[in-house]
């Protein structure tokens, strides 16, 4: 499946993501999305928070 944002042949250095169904997982739980976004603008607290960047394998 085809993300939201550019796929990269390298990881997003310090982002640690451990959702192996997304689009952009990669060995040893690494990001390979050229960017990334976090949504909403106002939550308050971890779980009203969002990876708007995921996109299912």
Known sequence: MQGRVGHTDS???GVKCVVNTCHYHASD???TASSIEIQPRN???????????????
Do not use: M
């Open 11 to 13: 990881h997003l250095p």
């Open 29 to 31: 739980d690494h990001c």
């Open 43 to 57: 939550a308050k607290n971890t779980e009203e928070t969002d990876c708007a960047t995921f996109a299912p394998k």
